[in-house]
């Protein structure tokens, strides 16, 4: 597992933009549609991921395959069914605190 994204649901894209790019002077790492921008955290380690969902924040690590993962990892709790995401699958899971965390593939990315 690789921590990839911390994702952060936002209610207006538009509006949270100059916050992420202009005050804490990120730079855009990519764009899907009008929905999703990711902007990249200082020394690339990582992006941050706006996006129009109603799903709550988390980080979201990348795995080779979220299926065996899923497989693997069968007394955590999924909160988020498995649904298609450009190039693969994600899924969210709950962990301590209530909190969630996403995890996901991307093979044919």
């Given amino acids: 597992m690789r921590l990839t994204f911390l994702y ?9 933009l100059p916050f992420y790019r202009d005050e804490l002077g990120w730079d855009e790492a990519w764009r899907e549609g009008e929905e ?6 200082p020394g690339r380690v990582a992006q941050v991921m706006l996006s129009y969902t109603d799903q709550p924040a988390g980080p979201m ?21 498995m649904y298609d995401i450009p190039g693969g699958a994600v899924a969210g899971f709950a962990a301590p605190g209530g909190n969630v965390f996403y995890v996901f593939d991307q093979p044919t990315a």
Avoid: C, K, N
């Fill in 36 to 41: 999703t921008v990711a902007f990249w955290l």
């Fill in 61 to 81: 690590y990348l795995v080779d395959d979220l299926r065996a993962w899923i497989a693997g990892h069968s007394d955590v709790e999924t909160v988020i069914p």
């Fill in 8 to 16: 952060q649901p936002v209610t207006d894209l538009e509006a949270a």
